[in-house]
């Protein structure tokens, strides 16, 4: 007999708990261990640096940051500590909010470290309209744009068209004019 199965009176097979270490709780805002640091350049540096002033793992960090039914995988944390990728998602933004907020930090704290910053964000989601049009409109759209009210998007979507697409901005014209 397995060491995780035992017998209950009834002679039923039952499983235990699961072995190793118990997970540590989450806890929303956890206090870091230092205060004081000395802000790194790079995104990769930042990452470790604020999971080592508050003691955690990209595990413990995944397990607070995701939500049921979210799928940005554990492994996408690792390789960002590892420096083999980088955010460049919506979705990915997203989790980069939501550990600025859980650690404390200013807003934009780790995009701002981030190499390519002109990069147009991916996986913006503009339904009935075409991929290349979705990457043309990326540039333009801001990176909570899948989180928006369908309202808001709309008139974001407007605008963008007919200001920005259309040539309607008084630096449109120049370029026309030229």
Do not use: C
């Amino acid at each position: 007999m397995s060491s995780t199965m035992r017998r209950t009176n009834d002679d039923e097979l039952r499983t235990s708990s699961k072995r190793g270490r118990k997970a540590r709780p989450i806890i929303e805002h956890p206090t870091p261990a230092f205060a004081e640091w000395v802000d790194p350049p790079t995104f990769r540096e930042a990452l470790v640096l604020h999971l080592r002033r508050f003691s955690e793992s990209y595990y413990q960090l995944h397990r607070s940051i995701i939500w049921p039914g979210e799928k940005l995988d554990r492994a996408t944390l690792q390789s960002w500590t590892e420096g083999r990728r980088t955010p460049a998602s919506a979705a990915s933004f997203e989790m980069l909010t939501r550990i600025e907020q859980r650690y404390g930090l200013p807003s934009g704290y780790f995009k701002a470290k981030l190499p390519n910053p002109a990069r147009a964000v991916s996986g913006l989601m503009v339904k009935g309209m075409p991929r290349a049009e979705q990457r043309r409109l990326a540039w333009h759209l801001p990176d909570d744009f899948n989180s928006r009210p369908l309202k808001e998007q709309a008139k974001i979507l407007d605008w963008v068209q007919n200001v920005v697409i259309s040539g309607a901005t008084e630096y449109r014209r120049f370029q026309h004019r030229r």
